[in-house]
Nanobody, 115 residues
Framework: QLQLVESGGGLVQPGGSLRLSCAAS????????IGWFRQAPGKERERVACIASSSDTTGYADSVAGRFTISRDKDKGTVSLQMNSVKPADTAVYYCNTYYGIDYWGKGTLVTVSS
């Protein structure tokens, strides 16, 4: 059973950068397809980025394309989400997800974009 743990959230000013990390407790995410999702207050959860399991092909929501980058750190067995040029609309709890027979979710990390 996978336990996903997100980290790296916090308060950042508009235009700033933040790097989130997704790790699996006691395991590696090197061969897992991973999605980063976010949920803002009063809104539905939406996927913002994903990376395929074998090809490492990536995909992004239109709202973050060109600003966010999802990548693997194969040495650490983690998946990161680099967030650049952040906007107040990026404020949300960010979750990582993988499917391995069932959906696995972390508890999320809060990102607040505010001056």
């Amino acid at each position: 059973q996978l336990q996903l743990v997100e980290s790296g959230g916090g308060l950042v000013q508009p235009g700033g950068s933040l790097r989130l990390s997704c790790a699996a407790s006691g395991s590696s995410l090197e061969y897992h397809a991973i999605g980063w999702f976010r949920q803002a207050p009063g809104k539905e959860r939406e996927r913002v980025a994903c990376i395929a399991s074998s090809s490492d092909t990536t995909g992004y929501a239109d709202s973050v394309a060109g600003r966010f980058t999802i990548s693997r750190d194969k040495d650490k067995g983690t998946v990161s989400l680099q967030m650049n040029s952040v906007k107040p609309a990026d404020t949300a709890v960010y979750y990582c997800n993988t499917y391995y027979g069932i959906d696995y979710w972390g508890k999320g990390t809060l990102v607040t974009v505010s001056s």
